[in-house]
């Protein structure tokens, strides 16, 4: 998360809204140190909430990831300050190619109103390199002039997911670099960066939702903003029930991390993938834009989606036995990348109604 200069920097968070989730803090320092108490309190988040806070402070390497998030925001207002001709330039063309701008309005929200966001989605192959089937694509002057920040970016934000994703397998009872192999940076994916901002509420017609209520269909989802407007459905509400979103606070030097629906279909639901939404930003805050920048981290091409064997993590026949129908909805014979363009379509043709997944308890065979 950004440093706690360019939080005083932005209106305050209001003390008093309601409701605000409780979310868990883990600190990467800790998951570093292999902290067997704090790799379970992450477990225990991921898989009630299904996020938690990531507290970069106290390591080397998380104390210069904040750092470069406030230089990271710099390159989004940059970015998005551009003229709409020179933005459109560089257009992205889902599901076909996820890279480049996508321009506010495109999207619909639940009401089926336009969405109220314009992103920047950078691919992982193409800041480091490894890409075998397309070429990098040109990218405007303030993301074009910063690709050492940008690769460092993504180093630093390998580090704490590396640290995440062991302690997660350890948990799990798995060989500890299992989720890790999944996902690694040198092997080619869709991982990506997308820069975002979401234009101030100034009118009462802009408060509403910005971006519809989704699960993210990635493994694991790092967050950096500063801005509130973040959502997360409590797990005990149906996402039609407005008392059950709960706003999310940003903390200086943390960064929001959730699990994706990657991290469900391996652990057989027991990592959960909540529902999250954006709506307009609380209080003084409102009348700002709101950046953020989301490393939306995904299994590289060619990784199996069936469901992980060993340790915690349940059987089909354990399933069977126990009475329980966890249904893969034909995933577990499908590459990650043959995954992702499946949903990616279903998505754009309405047909995939976001749901929170996972969450299950584990059997009482696995319960320290």
Same mark, same amino acid.
């Given at each position: ?136 694509? !040109?990218?405007?002057? &303030?993301?074009?002039? $910063?690709?050492? #920040? %940008? ?9 704490? +997911? ?37 234009? !101030?509420?100034?009118? &009462?017609?802009?408060? $509403?939702?910005? #971006? %519809? ?9 790092? +967050? ?145």
């Amino acid at each position: 998360m950004a440093s706690k200069t360019l939080f005083e920097a932005t209106p305050p968070f209001p003390d008093d809204l309601q409701p605000v989730a409780e979310i868990a803090t883990i600190s990467l320092a800790k998951l570093v140190a292999d902290d067997a108490s704090e790799a379970q309190t992450m477990l225990d988040a991921c898989r009630h909430l299904g996020f938690f806070l990531l507290d970069l402070s106290r390591d080397t390497v998380g104390e210069e990831m904040i750092k470069e998030v406030d230089q990271v925001f710099e390159m989004v207002r940059e970015t998005m300050d551009l003229s709409t001709e020179e933005k459109v330039k560089y257009s992205s063309d889902p599901p076909r190619d996820f890279r480049g701008y996508k321009a506010e309005g495109i999207m619909k929200t639940e009401t089926g109103a336009p969405d109220r966001c314009e992103f920047y989605s950078l691919l992982q192959d193409d800041i480091l390199g490894n890409s075998t089937v397309s070429p990098a694509l !040109p990218t405007p002057e &303030p993301i074009n002039s $910063r690709s050492e #920040l %940008l690769r460092s970016y993504f180093e630093h934000g390998h580090y704490a +997911l590396k640290y995440i994703c062991r302690a997660l397998s350890t948990q799990l009872h798995l060989p500890p670099e299992t989720f890790w192999d999944l996902q690694a940076p040198t092997r080619s994916s869709g991982t990506m960066l997308r820069l975002i901002r979401y234009a !101030p509420s100034l009118s &009462p017609s802009d408060m $509403r939702t910005g #971006l %519809l209520s989704h699960t993210d269909f990635g493994s694991i989802t790092l +967050l950096a903003n500063v801005t509130g407007g973040l959502q997360v459905l409590n797990p005990q509400f149906q996402p039609e029930d407005e008392a059950g979103w709960q706003w999310v606070r940003p903390r200086p030097g943390c960064l929001i991390v959730n699990m994706g629906d990657a991290m469900v279909q391996w652990t057989g639901g027991i990592l959960r993938s909540n529902m999250h939404r954006v709506k307009y930003a609380p209080g003084e805050q409102r009348l700002v834009p709101r950046y953020s920048a989301a490393i939306l981290t995904r299994p590289y091409k060619e990784a199996a989606m069936q469901r992980l064997a060993g340790g915690r993590i349940p059987t089909v026949e354990d399933d069977e036995r126990e009475g329980l129908v966890i249904q893969d909805e034909g995933i577990s014979s499908l590459t990650a990348w043959e995954w992702e363009l499946k949903k990616a379509m279903a998505l754009k043709e309405g047909k995939d109604c976001a749901r929170s997944r996972g969450g299950r308890e584990l059997r009482a065979m696995d319960v320290a």
